[in-house]
């Protein structure tokens, strides 16, 4: 069964920074792609970044230069630094195993990142 837990969601002012993470089991996590996705009110759900199995890294151009996406095969976790935060940030973030570069049925439960004053 995949499990896939999101944490580090927060209440942020504009400007500000945070460190998304996800921990996956179930996986033999170093085989797959990992993906960040984030939904904001009324909106769809939308790509913020994937890296490969490889550690080939791949940004949504409204992120680029202000987010990172790294993984820790050792921690079977993913993370997501985010920096210079705006309040279109605000979203809940997702974390996803990737099919090739492609989002799998397999989602976590969100966290929610808030940008504002």
């Known amino acids: 069964q995949v499990q896939l837990v999101e944490s580090g969601g927060d209440l942020v002012q504009p400007g500000g920074s945070l460190r998304l993470s996800c921990t996956a089991s179930?996986?033999?996590?170093?085989?797959?792609?990992m993906g960040w996705y984030r939904q904001a009110p009324g909106k769809q759900r939308e790509l913020v970044a994937q890296?490969?199995?490889?550690?080939?890294?791949n940004y949504a151009d409204s992120v680029k230069g202000r987010f990172t996406i790294s993984r820790d095969n050792a921690k079977n976790t993913v993370y997501l630094e985010m920096n210079s935060l705006n309040p279109e940030d605000t979203a809940v973030y997702y974390c996803?195993?990737?099919?090739?570069?492609?989002?799998?049925?397999?989602w976590g439960q969100g966290t929610q990142v808030t940008v504002s004053s």
């Open positions: 890296i490969s199995r490889g550690y080939r890294t």
């Open positions: 996803n195993v990737q099919i090739g570069s492609t989002p799998s049925n397999y």
């Open positions: 179930g996986i033999i996590f170093s085989t797959y792609g």
